[in-house]
């Protein structure tokens, strides 16, 4: 009876526990960077709920050819922690803004030990349920060329190569026609108008 009479007043007062939803994280897939330069890396979420106060993110880092990640960023309660023991302890700073669902930090003074996996979880309470999203970091020496530049460059260099050929066929066509006409006139003399 007791329970009837606790589960009607819940039903009658609108005294539901809310629910939480999922929260999805997104991040880019892989960046590329030079050695000796600065770099974002961007995290954003989508919730259904209005940003919260007590919005948090986390990066995280895992080293190539590591097993374990370590912290190096959180933000919680309207305020940007550092790690100040790590890797990254003077060359990372928040550049996100919470209120847009933005948790983007940056990367200062890349080197090539900064090659690795770093991941971003964010959570927006009450929505906390989703998974954390994560992106590849490369530095190099010289960015190296990818495959689109190289297949656009060929596509290019074809439909020049084409256009080539349609300008040189019509040029062709008006320098001939152009020599029939001469020698037309050359051997009558002069050019009869048909009469209306």
């Known amino acids: 009876m007791l329970t009837i009479l606790a589960l009607a007043s ?5 005294i539901v526990p809310q629910q939480s939803e999922a929260i999805v994280i997104y991040t880019g897939w892989e960046r590329h960077a030079l050695v000796g330069s600065d770099i974002r890396l961007s995290c954003s979420f989508f919730s259904w709920r209005w940003t919260s106060d007590d919005v948090t993110f986390s990066w995280s880092y895992r080293p190539d050819g590591a097993r374990d990640a370590i912290s190096v ?3 919680t309660g309207g305020a940007p922690y550092v790690d100040n023991k ?18 983007s930090i940056l990367l200062k003074n890349l080197d090539y030990g900064d ?6 979880d964010a959570k927006n309470p009450p929505d906390i349920v989703g998974r954390a999203s994560s992106v590849r970091l490369l530095v190099f020496e010289k960015v190296p ?20 050929i ?16 001469n020698l037309s006139v050359s051997k009558h003399g002069c050019i009869e108008l048909p009469s209306y």
Not at 10 to 14: A, D, E
Not at 166 to 181: D, K, P, Q, S, T
Request: one cysteine or more; charged letters at 15%; glycine letters at 14%.
């Open 10 to 14: 819940v039903i009658l007062l609108g």
């Open 73 to 75: 960023f959180h933000y």
């Open 86 to 103: 790590g890797p990254f302890r003077d060359r990372l700073e928040f550049v996100g803004n919470p209120g847009r669902r933005d948790g």
């Open 115 to 120: 090659n690795g996996t770093f991941t971003c």
């Open 145 to 164: 060329i990818q495959a689109g530049v190289i297949t656009g460059s060929i596509i290019g260099a074809v439909l020049g190569l084409l256009l080539l």
């Open 166 to 181: 349609v300008v040189i066929y019509y040029l062709m066509r008006f320098l001939v026609a152009r020599r029939v006409f």
